[in-house]
């Protein structure tokens, strides 16, 4: 029976700038905690600006908790030679939710595709070794519903089982909206679905 993964790998913020240097050709490689493809476009902007006089600005990219959405682009070096190296590093680490961009300064000799491809390889690498990789749970989230007096009850089930309250209204209607990883999130959603006047649905907003 296939266990159903319910944790990523990422990183929380930019990585230190590092540097690779290759018969005269020099490249920076840098690291981004990212979840949009809006995000991704202003670090390279922003990366553009910084390094105004470079040749090149490759970079990979993954997003989604399931590693669902990734691009590799070549900006101009040879076909597969920059970008795929630099998403091949993303794999191999494991992450998602990670923009990794290498700024290359041309020195002046041709490195040919081999040594193009082992550059960007390596600058990607030591760019994700200069980031702080976590570990996170994917989470569903559920809102529960309920009066006043049942808050005792929920609050008992909340605290025995270790929940996330991530908001929270208390009234005589209160509402709590839980983070339950994604493996515990079918029991529990049963628990509180078998619990007197007590009602739960999942969190469309997410």
């Given at each position: 029976m296939s266990i159903e993964k319910d944790t990523y790998n990422t990183i929380t913020k930019p990585?230190?700038?590092?540097?690779?240097?290759?018969?005269?050709?020099?490249?920076?490689?840098?690291?981004?905690?990212?979840?949009?493809?809006?995000?991704?476009?202003?670090?390279i902007e922003?990366?553009?600006?910084?390094?105004?006089?470079?040749r090149h600005w490759c970079y990979a990219w993954q997003l989604g908790k399931f590693y669902e959405n990734y691009r590799a682009n070549d900006d101009g070096e040879p076909s597969n030679s920059a970008?795929?190296?630099?998403?091949?590093?993303?794999?191999?680490?494991?992450v998602t939710n990670v923009l990794v961009v290498v700024v290359r300064y041309f020195g002046g000799t041709k490195l040919g595709v081999g040594g193009l491809i082992q550059a960007y390889k390596t600058s990607a690498k030591l760019a994700l070794e200069a980031s702080k990789i976590?570990?996170?749970?994917?989470?569903?989230?559920?809102?529960?519903?309920?009066?006043?007096?049942?808050?005792n009850t929920v609050m008992r089930i909340v605290k025995d089982?270790?929940?996330?309250?991530?908001?929270?209204k208390m009234e005589l209607d209160c509402e709590f909206i839980i983070s339950v990883r994604k493996k515990e999130a079918e029991r529990i959603f049963q628990l509180f679905e078998n619990t007197y006047k007590v009602s739960i649905k999942r969190n469309e907003d997410e």
């Open positions: 990585s230190e700038e590092t540097l690779f240097k290759d018969r005269g050709s020099k490249f920076f490689g840098y690291a981004f905690p990212v979840t949009s493809e809006e995000q991704i476009k202003e670090h922003q990366l553009k600006k910084q390094h105004y006089n470079a970008g795929m190296p630099i998403y091949g590093q993303l794999q191999s680490f494991d976590i570990e996170k749970t994917i989470d569903e989230d559920f809102i529960l519903q309920f009066e006043y007096p049942e808050m089982e270790n929940l996330n309250i991530t908001n929270q």
